[in-house]
């Protein structure tokens, strides 16, 4: 990880620290993998509080717009960082995510453990293939 990587990820935690309504805040994809290269975008992902706003167009904006806030701040350019809700996003992509295990920022730990146990049970649940039990004679 490069020195620019590291002053990133720090101003990152800062300005999740300074979000009242960023419970968690994930890193995932090429740079939590650390097979990004220089065009790589930051993807990130967000367990807000509340989990749910009354009006559904605010839901559904708030992590874009969370992301072109930072990335103003970060001085990137349009388009290099990206945020989705990690209750908004489809199970495999939250399983991705939570399987990076690469966890910038945690206001709330028992937050977090919620999140990714109910990610982990829904991926069990829903998309892994049945194991077949051995017949009884």
């Not at 874009?64 to 989705?84: F, K, M, N, P």
Request: hydrophobic residues 45%.
């Amino acid at each position: 990880m490069s020195l620019n990587e590291d002053r990133i990820q720090q101003q990152l935690s800062e300005l999740a620290a300074a979000h009242p309504e960023v419970a968690v805040l994930w890193l995932y994809g090429s740079r939590a993998k650390g097979n990004a290269t220089e065009a790589s975008d930051w993807d990130l992902a967000v367990a807000f509080d509340p989990v749910k706003l009354v009006d559904l167009l605010d839901n559904r904006l708030r992590p874009e717009l969370l992301a072109l806030d930072w990335q103003r701040a970060l001085g990137l350019t349009e388009g290099q960082l990206s945020v989705v809700d990690i209750n908004q996003a489809p199970i495999p992509l939250a399983f991705a995510i939570v399987d990076a295990n690469q966890v910038l920022f945690c206001r709330d730990q028992g937050r977090r453990l919620s999140e990714e146990a109910r990610i982990m049970s829904q991926m069990e649940l829903n998309y892994r293939l049945p194991r077949t039990s051995p017949r009884q004679e």
